[in-house]
């Protein structure tokens, strides 16, 4: 072969030098047309397997045809015998060099050629080292045109290979219940695999370890729901017939979770140049706990008339049901109900899909259950809903849900009871402080639940396999037919459940049985049961008090029942901070004492006529928000409280009893709190007795008392500086103390005195400079006559005064300074005024100062106002 090469390099020499002679000697047109014309080769190389004409490369074999990276190719030119050897590189045609390489072109003198042979390499460094060499089997030719390209496909003997792409299915497989089967994986804990695959022909087995897979939830043609797991991984495998044998599975820490055969067929075929897709089947277990679970979901599903199921609440879309057409293992995805982990079902709720009948057996499976909600006192009104928490509830979330039934039907901020020109100075002076006001503060009337007696949901008992619940922590029962548990209930190793629920259970004509078993409740809600009898209720309350669980209540709710009293054995609610008993018949109860720290008291609308004390203690004031009274038969202030106590209370309410004197008389100790509201009752006069034992009083609500006189002296105390808000309207004073002044309520900050009987402005509260909210509406005498003509010349002067209330009153002509900083002013119902608003017309226009008037007044200055 040298001696040809040597030959081919000869002749091109001679062809070299005669071109050169020629282009020194010169050339015409005509000459051209002599000169030689050169084209282009350019192969192809295809695997063998893949191609349907063979290469002959004898024992040779190339492993994969990326191996190839630089081709040698070997041709004799067919016009004179010379032979010809040039190398190219390679180039793969697409994404995989599996599916073909493409040579470099190669420059040729047009004529004829014949492939000899060729020679593969691959690049290692700077060395080319031979991995292939062959010849075509069958005469290859090439025929090169002058100024073209010819393309030639050339095989070659390469091993024979496809892509493989596993996805994973569920294959349930029938077995008997068994321990090792309870905490069983679930389907879309999968992420990683690895599987263990036989060449069916060789035997030999590939492991394709930690193949990462993603789980995804699909809708068959009919509507089916199912789950696979998909993975992007393709992997390149030997031409042949193989079959998945058995899987390892791991989860996303890539822990193991299960490992098995493979139980179906799992033989598939892999052809040279093509991707086979594998659905490999693991192997899933009914019997698994998570799965038993959800059997025992629709089973009560079932017993519950769960066709005629419609959600009507504002968790869901109202209407709808649960639906178990879909994989077994995904029947725990309901509306409703929440699954941990390990997808046991931990939080249930059946109350709001108006489920009827008696919860069967099926409710003992649910082991893991945390939550179990048949019924709330929220059905209707939502918010803060079991349903809607992850798995069993943050530590958040259970004391938003601790909170809710307080929050949303008795708590009140008893300052939206003062007036309204004081209810704007609690705004403003929140503002000032950064702090919430009345705007987000709860109304004093909110919407209930429901009626009682009104049923949302027709459950009518519970299984007594309820007490297999041992991890359960809340009960809510409520809105239904339910009357009592099952004989054999007995909750005594529930040592978790510490809130339950029985609130309208029209059915329930006593306190069930069971109840008395829990040893650790912490909240109690017995609310809205008028249909127990006054005594049942009581004797059942008494026996609460004496139960494993009285040392363990801090929240008890009792409100809109038919109580007359309350058990002596109360007392043994040591930790009880939360006690509500609104709007029941009540007329005596016993006094807590010193070691009950009640945070929250409610018993409004009772008829209550006195609050006795041991040791001078209702209860322990600690920590007390909310001491709340109102709209009882009180006729007595109660000395139970003590001014000197170094713990302030939020909130003490007294309004609307009959209230006119107080207990102790020169033994009363006074009382430390921030807001006091006797409203509505009998106080013929100011009760000078706060101040003169020093009580400590931020806001003073004493509207609607009738009262006459406000004397010298009743503002004569150490602490009258803490005062800043001040309600007297609707009494019938003429006249404040002489000591209503600066030097001793240097702090107050609303004051209103409207619907009173003042004939002189009452000046001394000008002289105060925190003054902001000034009212004196509707002055009148006994015989409803309007008695307050004078205005306050100079009140511009004032430097805090914001908000001045003047109508209703006789207001004549004013000659005075109207102030831009006395940005609301009210001035209606005075029909013989006659004002100039020049001072702040402009203020008017832009918004910024509000006149409340009327459009038949004398209002002049300002063209901004709507006037007759």
Known sequence: ??????????????????????????????????????????????????????????????????????????MTNNQDGSELIQTVGLNQLGDDAEQGLRSEKLKLMA??????????????????????????????????????????????????????????????????????????????????????????????????????????????EDGVL????????????????????????????????????????????????????????????????????????????????????????????KGTNWDFNKDIDLWGQQPGVSIDSRGRIVNLNLGSFGPKGRVPDEIGQLTELKILTLGTHSDRVGGNMPEQWDEAGTAAQKQAWRDDYYNRFIKKDVRASFSEPLQLAFDLKAEEDGKAGLASASPLISRKDVQPGVFTNGITGISSEISKLTKLQQLFIANGKFADFEEGTDFSQMEDLTDVEFYNCPLM???????????????????????????????????????????????????????????????????????????????????????VNLVQLTMDYNQITEIPNIDGYFCGYDDVETFSFAHNKLTVFPNIFDAKSVYGMSTVDFSYNQIAEFEGGDDFRGIHVGTLSLAGNQLKTFPAIFFQTNSIIGALGLSGNGMESFPDGSLKGEYTYFLESLDLSYNKLTELPVEFLASTLPYLYGLDLSNNRFSSFPYGPLNISRLTVYALRNQRDENGNRTLREWPVGISTCPSLRAFYMGGNDLRKIDDTISPSIYIFEIKDNPNISIDMSDVCAYIGAGYYILVYDRTQDIRGCDYLDLD
Not at 39 to 66: H, I, P, R, V
Not at 195 to 209: D, K, R, S
Not at 556 to 567: A, H, S
């Open 1 to 74: 072969m040298k001696s040809k090469i040597l030959a081919i390099k000869t002749l091109f020499l001679f062809s070299l030098v005669l071109s050169l002679s020629l282009g020194l000697g010169g050339c015409s047109d005509d000459d051209e047309a002599l000169q030689v014309e050169y084209g282009y080769a350019q192969f192809k190389l295809f695997k063998s397997a893949s191609y349907k004409k063979l290469a002959s490369t004898g024992s040779n074999e190339l492993d994969y045809l990326g191996q190839a990276e630089k081709m040698k190719i070997v």
């Open 509 to 595: 004509e006593a306190l069930p049985e069971a109840l008395f078993t829990m040893p650790n409740v912490e909240l109690l809600n017995l609310a809205t049961n008028p249909q127990i009898e006054a005594a049942v209720l009581e004797q059942g309350l008494d026996q609460l008090a004496q139960s494993a669980t009285a040392s363990k209540l801090q929240i008890l709710y009792l409100g809109n029942n038919r109580l007359t009293t309350l058990p002596e054995s109360f007392r043994n609610f040591k930790k009880l901070g939360k006690l509500d008993c609104n709007n029941n018949q009540i007329r005596t109860i016993p006094a807590f004492g010193k070691d």
């Open 111 to 220: 004529g004829s050629y014949t492939v000899v042979g060729f020679y593969l390499y691959q690049i290692e460094g700077q060395e080319l080292t031979l991995v292939l060499s062959g010849e075509p089997e069958e005469p290859t030719v090439i025929d090169v045109v002058g100024g073209g390209l010819c393309v030639k496909d050339l095989p070659v003997k390469v091993v024979s290979r496809g892509k493989l792409q596993f996805s994973l299915k569920k294959n349930f497989v029938a077995d008997t219940k068994s321990a090792d089967n309870a905490d069983r994986y679930r389907f879309d804990e999968v992420a990683y695999a690895t599987l263990y695959v036989q060449n069916e022909f060789t035997m030999a087995e590939e492991v394709f370890e930690m193949v990462p897979f993603e789980y995804a939830e699909k809708l068959s």
């Open 226 to 317: 199912y789950a696979v797991a998909t993975s992007d991984s393709i992997f390149t495998v030997r031409a042949g017939s193989y079959s998945v044998v058995s899987y390892v599975l791991y989860d996303k820490s890539k822990k193991m979770v299960d490992g098995d055969r493979v139980l179906l067929d799992g033989s598939f075929q892999i052809a040279d140049n093509q991707q086979t897709s594998v659905d490999v089947a693991v192997n899933l277990y009914p019997s698994a706990a998570y799965i038993q679970d959800y059997i025992a979901l629709r089973r009560i599903w079932e017993a519950l008339d769960g066709e005629n199921w419609s959600y009507d609440d504002i968790g869901y879309s």
